[in-house]
């Protein structure tokens, strides 16, 4: 059987088309080359190349051999490398999940400093449903995931936890209009509102929060994503709930205000999970020890 280092010469003699570009790109001699190929046609039975007036080509046999080998061996490389270079961090994909847009409010602060540390590392996240991010843990094809409390299943492991609270905000008019007298649920639910989509979980907890009191709530806007809820209530067109801490620097500078309410609408707990009989993975490891040093 034809072992790694013959295949290695074969592969850049096929990609140089030249007996004398691989020499020199491998640091091996021509004649050492040559001897290789021809060591190599024997075990594989069969004419590799055929001479041409300026450097070699490929029979049919070597273009099939090729395209084979030419994969493996590119694999082969990636997992030689991979180890060392994993453990410095180097190299890798933090894959994480969410059912909810709350990961960015979570921690993209946390993402974004964790990849300046290690900029050579990649992220990815998949939006997806709780059984389907748990059936990912589960077979190591995700690393961690965030999900509401409530879906998280015995196989996982919490490894942080997150109080996600709301607050009404809306425009300066808004706030002033009830500055003194608190806008009532009520008042809330008769406002032009501006809320995330149907079917969402923070909507569902919003929603059951007001339902249990025997309001059901009719929204005029209901947008994607916390951003576009952000635009509209900035413009004055409506009124929102939002989680005060993620927007804390646009209430701070006055975008937006909190509205004086006299109901508090229930927070919700969202969790950073991950699975207890995960392989060993540095990257999750260290980006896990990351979080907990930056609080």
Known sequence: MAN?????????????GNITK??????????????????????????????????????????????????????????????????????GTLRLGTTTSNITMLISRQLNSFLKKYPKLDISVK?????????????????LAVMDSEFVRPELEVVREYNVNYAVVGS????????????????????????ITSGKTSRQNID???????IKLDAKYELESYGLIY???????????????????EIER???????????????????VGHKNAKSNKIKEEFIKFLEENQ
Do not use: W
Request: charged share 30%; hydrophobic share 35%.
């Open 22 to 91: 691989a020499s020199e790109k491998l640091f091996i001699s021509q004649p050492a080359i040559t001897k290789s190929i021809k060591q190599l046609e024997e075990e594989m039975h069969g004419e590799l190349f055929v001479r041409k007036n300026k450097g070699v080509e490929l029979t049919k046999e070597g273009k099939y051999i090729y395209s084979k080998v030419s994969k493996i061996l590119a694999e082969l490389d990636n997992i030689y490398m991979y180890c060392p270079n994993t453990k410095k961090l180097e190299s």
């Open 231 to 249: 635009e509209i209530i900035r413009q004055g067109i409506a009124v929102g709930v939002v989680n005060p801490e993620y927007f804390h620097h």
């Open 208 to 214: 059951n929060y007001f339902a249990a009191y025997g």
């Open 172 to 195: 300066k008019e808004v706030m002033e209009k009830y500055k003194d007298k608190p806008m009532t649920k009520e008042d809330f639910a008769s406002s032009n509102l501006a809320l």
């Open 254 to 272: 006055q975008k937006i205000y909190v509205i004086n309410t006299d109901f508090k609408i229930d927070s919700r707990t969202i969790c950073l």
């Open 127 to 143: 939006r997806g449903e709780e059984n389907e991010l748990t059936s990912l843990l589960i077979n190591d094809e995700m690393d």
């Open 4 to 16: 790694y280092n013959l295949l290695k010469i074969f592969v850049c003699v096929a990609e140089q």
